[in-house]
């Protein structure tokens, strides 16, 4: 029970030495790759830089308690940040009190959010984000992330929430673009693509093995970091109009409050509400992904709260949203780290750094981290999934397509509630019409099948409807408009039988219609009769009076009910 | 064509002397009928008198060109009276300008709605308002009518939108009670029921048919206004505090110009669709069951149009939101109306009213009006339907619950709003966790059925499961949970048949699960197979690279997969 709650309990008494050197190693290799991401995702999120430090050092040691995933890496993720970027941005101004309360405060919430999800194991809510909506948003946000760090390239000011917004504000301020900067910008930006696509070929040429030169790979921004910052301390190019990161303070996360201003929560519930679950479920399909490689198990539920701790912590600790990044969490993965423990050796390193390391950073230009930010998300950027959908199912498409343009044309907000609410409808929709077949029989079987699509036998004086969905409010009075249109065409008729193998269940509404069918049938001189209900749904009609007022019977199969009802040859 | 847009021109052509006497005769005993319930409802809306018998003149006359039914009549109805006093009470205080301005945008607005989802043939879109929904939601509103005329039969002010509040202010106000009102409005409530219950058996014991009988005591109200008006002038009972009707001015429809304002228009967009909405769902019910008394058609479609031109018509002549009423509409029916002519004069006998009657009702007392308000409403209020849902579907309970209880407790919009969100909420939730069961070979045929519930045959290399649901976004994780949970449990298994005869469509997010559980269970060395599988989905599979990847087969039937998969004796 304990064990259910504190996986910590699961997996720490069986630590040894072996997994402890593992884990070190692990945690020196994510401390150096973290240090310039953290710093980096701060900026994204319009936050000072010390904040993206502060959010990856207690999250890491509660999701080490409480998670269920050996190998995750928990902290600013780049989606998380713009979202938060995003949600506070419209209650406070950039760089007051208040944007930096805002952002404690959506982690709070956010915390408490995922908290209660995981303990009312309500993580199944993250199912009504489809796999394409998530794809599309995920493409989209990565597009809105790299145009909105372009200012920093550029060395201009320029805002907005959405892809157009931030082109519109980039073109007019184009007049104050900053050489220097720029220079340092597209030669970080260049170096790093060089580094995620050359590097690990050339390392592997000079003799490393696969594993290490994709680990060594990482520290490609760390270079970056390390380059420009000499080259701005060199060439004193801060006076020169290249902004810097300047002074972070030199401490450790320090105790803070989250407001509990009834206003602010109000403003900040829905996207409090989607981060939670947009982190979850990018968070969740990292974790699966590398537990599956090692059999390992994961518990959504128990990540919720693994998560939620996470978010709390980061609340009161100077930070703001995390989540289970799929970068770090890979980094974290090839390097070997075993437990959780490698996280926590990980929040030791990031808290010396903090302590020790921030006053090296000041001269860091905000374009490196920008360059950065700009390589990371670009390879979050897949539209292939508009074209698997759109072969596939035109439904599908049309969610995908609704979150990309509006994700892009109004802001994440807008397009990740678009997708999901875009979805849900389009399956009501379906399920509002649902497929209805005439069948006949398959001669020499038992089988019936469509008479469109088959060659079978019917009888004049019987139709056969097989509704291949369950009975709802939605599609109640579609099915009831079909059966007496058709039926009132046909004089011949003296017997309808509803085939219902694909009824799964009949609420009360279609119920309702089921009682006016038989009745408007009995009205034409026409008998109702079922076949082929399913247990559950049967177990249901037999508590109500309709079996009492169904002028027909309810037959097992379609065979036996066709048998009974006409003279045709069902014998094999 | 053009007789599916007018269908005037369909049965205008027949019309005939017979019909046209006919007609007449329903007219009159409609006008007698309608002029105190315009009066009262209008009371009902807040808004003068004269504007419920503005909302029944050009309203009708529009009906009968565009609509389908033969005997729908329309004007203000109690609920959509309720309504439209709730959404308007939000931007504007009773009887000011402002006030009757947003009742003729609302009409307006709710017109567009009605003739835009009847052109483009959205009047599916009004089965998402279940059964029970709708029926809790009349119930509940029908309570609060009642409650909101208790005012005007004890003559005190008092005002809310709902139970609590309507309660609450009138206990606030109880010390002003007037006794002469009191007694006005206890008196003809009591006449009312009276009329209601036991007239109609006196008046066939007198020797009138049980058909005109029914038509007679539609007149009471008729003589509650007669003698109550008689008694306030002759006892001077207007200069004791009884609350009169007063002046009425002496005019035909004026011609109004209804608000576009951007600002108001969006305050009222959601009332207005929520009226169209239950407006539509109501009047269409009252015209198919009178059409299915005589065997005619109503066009859902058509009556959206007919029912918009009608609002639209209400909007420029001083009206109100309209709808086809049950009460009305069967006393039309039942007086013998046999076309929308019957409609037209009733329109002129109430044109006539306007312009002559309206100097009668000036020492009218409001009590009378709201005493033939709350016998009417009463009529509407049914609970047995929580009993109805709690026997057959909790789901079902839980919305009308949920309806009852917020119409009751917060409002209209917000009770409606929450049924119809919450049925949707509960349909996905359902569909999300599907039924998935186990099923074995019944000895000696070809049916497989659900192991815990039948004496089957299985074999231990071979699990078959039978998933009893389309599968979707929301349930396509349950369904790799569930699967890879089972096979991992039991070593013994080599095959894995997903049984698909109740599956009507794969989704994108659902295909995705269906390649992981197919990858993962070669990675265990399970083959998967799929049988039973519909024609559409089946199409769609073999647009995908999913067949190919597919480790197992796709069998037309369980019977075959089982015979080929395993030596179990299959033969009869």
Aim: glycine share 8%.
């Amino acid at each position: 029970m304990l064990k259910t709650y504190f996986p910590i309990l699961d997996w720490g008494r069986a630590y040894n030495k072996q997994a402890l050197s593992n884990d070190l190693i692990a945690a020196v290799i994510v401390t150096i790759m973290l240090i310039p991401q953290s710093l980096a995702y701060a900026l994204l999120a319009g936050l000072p830089p010390e904040a993206g430090i502060y959010a990856s050092i207690l999250p890491i040691i509660l999701y080490a308690i409480f998670g269920t995933s050996r190998a995750l890496a928990v902290g600013p993720v780049a989606v998380v940040s713009l979202m938060t970027a995003a949600a506070i941005g419209e209650v406070a101004a950039q760089g007051t009190m208040g944007y930096a309360l805002a952002a404690l405060t959506l982690a709070l919430m956010s915390g408490v959010i995922l908290l209660v999800m995981g303990v009312f194991k309500l993580g199944f809510l993250a199912n009504f984000l489809s796999h394409p909506v998530i794809a599309g948003f995920i493409t989209a946000s990565g597009i809105i992330i790299a145009a909105s760090q372009l200012k920093h390239i550029l060395g201009v000011d320029a805002s907005g929430h959405n892809l157009l917004e931030l082109v519109l504000s980039l073109f007019e301020h184009l007049g104050q673009v900053n050489l220097p900067t720029l220079v340092i910008g597209v030669t970080a930006t260049g170096f790093l693509f060089w580094v995620r696509m050359g590097m690990k070929p050339m390392l592997m040429r000079l003799g490393l093995s696969a594993g290490a030169a994709g680990v060594a790979t990482k520290a490609g921004p760390v270079l970056a970091v390390v380059f420009s910052t000499v080259a701005v301390w060199a060439f004193g190019l801060a006076d020169q109009g290249v902004r810097i990161v300047g002074e972070v303070p030199q401490s450790l996360p320090p105790l803070t409050m989250p407001s509990f201003s009834p206003e602010l929560l109000r403003d900040l519930a829905v996207p409090a509400l989607l981060i939670s679950v947009i982190g979850f479920v990018e968070s969740i399909s990292v974790a699966q992904t590398l537990a599956a490689k090692k059999r390992q198990r994961i518990d959504p539920d128990q990540e919720l709260i693994g998560l939620g701790a996470a978010n709390i912590g980061a609340a009161f600790t100077g930070g703001y949203p995390v989540t289970g990044g799929f970068a770090r969490s890979v980094v974290n993965y090839d390097a070997g780290a075993e437990t959780p423990a490698a996280g926590a050796f990980t929040a030791v390193g990031l808290a010396i750094a903090a302590v020790a390391l921030t006053p090296l950073v000041f001269f860091l230009p905000k374009a490196t981290l920008a360059a950065t930010i700009i390589v990371a998300v670009l390879s979050l950027v897949d539209f292939s999934v508009l074209k698997h959908s759109w072969n596939y199912s035109k439904a599908d498409f049309m969610a995908v397509l609704a979150t990309i343009l509006l994700t892009l044309g109004v802001g994440v907000e807008v397009g990740v509630s678009a997708g999901v609410i875009l979805s849900v409808l389009l399956y009501l929709y379906r399920t509002s019409r649902p497929h209805i077949a005439e069948v006949g029989l398959v001669a020499g079987t038992e089988h019936f099948r469509n008479i469109l699509r088959h060659e079978v036998q019917t009888h004049p004086t019987l139709l056969t409807i097989r509704v291949d969905e369950s009975l709802y409010f939605a599609n109640a009075r579609y099915l009831e408009d079909y059966i007496l249109n058709r039926v009132s065409e046909d004089k011949a008729l003296k017997h309808v039988v509803l085939m219902c193998p694909a009824v799964n269940f009949i609420d009360l509404s279609a119920l309702e219609s089921l009682e006016a069918i038989n009745l408007r049938l009995q009205e034409m001189g026409v008998t109702l009769h079922l076949s082929e209900v399913k247990g559950p749904v049967m177990d249901r009609l037999q508590k109500t009076h309709f079996l009492n007022a169904l002028t027909g019977q309810v037959f097992l199969s379609q065979y036996q009910a066709t048998h009974e009802l006409t003279p045709l040859n069902v014998a094999k």
